[in-house]
Nanobody
Framework: QVQLVESGGGLVQAGGSLRLSCAAS????????MGWYRQAPGKQRELVAT???????NYVDSVKGRFTISRDNARSPVYLQMNSLKDEDTAVYYC?????????????WGQGTQVTVSS
């Protein structure tokens, strides 16, 4: 059974930094694109950033220049380095991954980690 486990959330002052990580475990054949999404209270879940197995990245405009998504290789955890945090970055952050097992290919989600930015 495949699982995504996130860590690194917490409370930080505006202007501060946090680093989220997400590791996949289970009977995995290949991990394709991984990403981070977030959901603020009363709002829909939105894409924050994605990274392909080849390292190509994509960001929502609101985080460009402040957040960096990375992974060392196709099987390593995915990280989200968040700098210059703003109040509007407060949300539950979810890891997402396109994973192939030996029997199927599915999109998996982590349980979410809370990021709270105080001004």
């Amino acid at each position: 059974q495949v699982q995504l486990v996130e860590s690194g959330g917490g409370l930080v002052q505006a202007g501060g930094s946090l680093r989220l990580s997400c590791a996949a475990s289970g009977s995995i054949f290949r991990i394709n694109t991984m990403g981070w999404y977030r959901q603020a209270p009363g709002k829909q879940r939105e894409l924050v950033a994605t990274i392909t197995s080849g390292g190509a990245t994509n960001y929502v405009d609101s985080v460009k220049g402040r957040f960096t998504i990375s992974r060392d290789n196709a099987r390593s955890p995915v990280y989200l380095q968040m700098n210059s945090l703003k109040d509007e970055d407060t949300a539950v952050y979810y890891c997402n991954a396109d994973i192939e097992t030996y029997v199927s290919r599915e999109i998996y989600w982590g349980q979410g980690t809370q990021v709270t930015v105080s001004s």
